[in-house]
């Protein structure tokens, strides 16, 4: 039995992610994407995982530079993903970061300061997968924001707002 690719698109459409932003910088460029392929692996050694594309100007700067930055969105940075996914309108030669807050860490990697929480990361190993690349790194940092707000969450190409499940 085969899957065409659009029915798998709308099954994987059912299912609720949050959003990060995939950041690197090397010898004075930076670049940077939405991202919501990722998970923790481990926390002994602290591990984590994202997908991306081979082709991207992020995933190539990733495999030079060797660092990068996973900076998880808060509901209220809807803008911040549609920019770094490339949808955004921004003035002639401004970049991704246009706008955009950063801090750095272990790694020098961008970090975007008003997110939830980040990780600064050392690249690890990279997994090929058809067009992708499974992109594994070790954690060398990490922070939460003491701002108490809850991640974006993303299903079915749209944002939404987690609410709270009270017990019944």
Same mark, same amino acid.
Request: glycine share 6%; with cysteine; proline share 6%.
């Given at each position: 039995?085969?899957?065409?690719? +659009? ?15 995939? !950041?690197?910088?090397? +010898?004075?460029?930076?670049?940077? &994407? ?15 995982? %994202?997908?991306?594309?081979?082709? !991207?100007?992020? %995933?190539? &700067? ?12 808060? +509901? ?47 690249? +690890? ?42 017990p019944p």
């Amino acid at each position: 039995m085969s899957i065409d690719a +659009e029915n798998l698109k709308q099954t994987m459409r059912c299912w609720v992610s949050g959003v990060t932003i995939v !950041t690197t910088a090397h +010898e004075g460029q930076r670049a940077g &994407l939405t991202a919501s392929s990722f998970t923790s692996i481990s926390v002994e050694p602290p591990l984590i995982l %994202f997908s991306i594309q081979h082709y !991207t100007d992020t %995933f190539k &700067l990733i495999e030079q530079s060797g660092i990068f930055a996973i900076s998880m969105l808060r +509901e209220d940075q809807a803008n911040l993903s549609a920019q770094f996914a490339g949808f955004a309108q921004l003035p002639e030669g401004a970049d991704k970061f246009y706008n955009v807050n950063l801090t750095t860490a272990v790694t020098g990697a961008p970090i975007l300061a008003d997110s939830i929480a980040w990780l600064d990361c050392r690249l +690890e190993a990279i997994y090929e997968a058809s067009i992708s690349r499974i992109v594994v790194g070790e954690v060398v940092a990490t922070g939460q924001n003491p701002d108490p707000r809850y991640p974006l969450a993303y299903h079915n190409r749209g944002y939404f707002n987690l609410v709270p499940q009270t017990p019944p």
